[in-house]
């Protein structure tokens, strides 16, 4: 019927998992895969506390549904933070390249605060150090840092519709090698991104979205031990087949998981749905 369209497009909710190139975990619902994520998060730092080791995160603020769960797994079950490390993938950029400020809705800080730190016991919660942002003055900082404490546990985050993971965004022109080596950089956010943001966070008002970000980059991202990716939207029913299903491509970010050791695509039932 769509003889032009790539066949992963054509595969049911119930094949979705057949041959895929990355593990797919399909959960009931959004509540869910939420928990998923809080849990496996908060089981990670309970075995490394016994053990006497660090704890090292690559993690979002989008999806960020996660965090309210998790502070309230950490407080009933008394976990420590004082060996853990959340280093956040990305944060937006003024023109000017400084990050926008606190007061901004869309700071990615400011959204970290409210929910997650703000939640946690203050008797629990990690030294402010180790709260982490990538910063635009000193992209090489990032590398650094997981350099000195051993490298990172999970990478987590959700996919963009274009398959961006953080914001390293589609670069076609670019062969899959020289693509996963980019680190953390600045990076001028896609016409895509720009407006399906402006579409979810600023009630449709593109012009107001920035147009510069940094972001943690391929490199780091995909050395993490595991990697845990969500996606609850039905706008990522494409996302998911050409995830799994497609070609490993610097057009399509997401798809580089297919060569993770020890990746996880973490999806609700309605994402496992055909996507037309």
């Not at 730190?117 to 635009?136: A, G, K, N, T």
């Not at 900082?141 to 963009?160: C, E, K, N, S």
């Not at 670069?171 to 080596?181: H, N, R, T």
């Amino acid at each position: 019927m769509y003889p032009n369209y790539p066949d992963y497009y054509k595969i049911s909710a119930e094949d979705l998992s057949k041959n895929a190139r990355t593990p797919i975990l399909v959960l009931a619902d959004a509540g869910e895969v939420y928990y998923e994520l809080a849990y496996e998060m908060l089981c990670e730092i309970e075995k490394h506390n016994a053990e006497g080791r660090k704890t090292v995160f690559i993690c979002p603020f989008g999806p960020f549904r996660q965090y309210p769960i998790f502070a309230r797994l950490v407080n009933e079950r008394r976990v420590s933070l004082k060996n853990t490390w959340f280093i956040n993938m990305d944060e937006y950029l003024t023109d000017d390249g400084e990050w926008v400020d606190e007061s901004d809705p869309l700071s990615f800080r400011a959204g970290m605060k409210a929910q997650l730190y703000s939640r946690l016991d203050p008797e629990l919660i990690m030294p402010e150090e180790q709260r982490i942002f990538p910063d635009p003055h000193d992209p090489g900082a990032i590398q650094r840092l997981i350099d000195a404490l051993g490298g990172v546990d999970i990478a987590m985050g959700g996919i963009a519709v274009n398959g961006h993971i953080a914001f390293n965004e589609p670069q076609p022109e670019l062969s899959v090698e020289a693509f996963g080596q980019l680190p953390t950089r600045i990076v001028r956010l896609s016409a895509e991104t720009r407006l399906k943001n402006a579409i979810l966070d600023r009630g449709g008002a593109y012009d107001t979205m920035p147009n510069l970000c940094i972001t943690v980059g391929m490199k780091e991202l995909f050395a993490a031990r595991k990697m845990r990716l969500t996606m609850t939207l039905d706008m990522q029913r494409s996302v998911i087949r050409r995830a799994a299903h497609g070609e490993v491509t610097s057009a399509f970010p997401i798809s580089y998981a297919q060569r993770h050791p020890n990746a996880l695509l973490i999806i609700s039932a309605n994402v496992a749905e055909k996507p037309f």
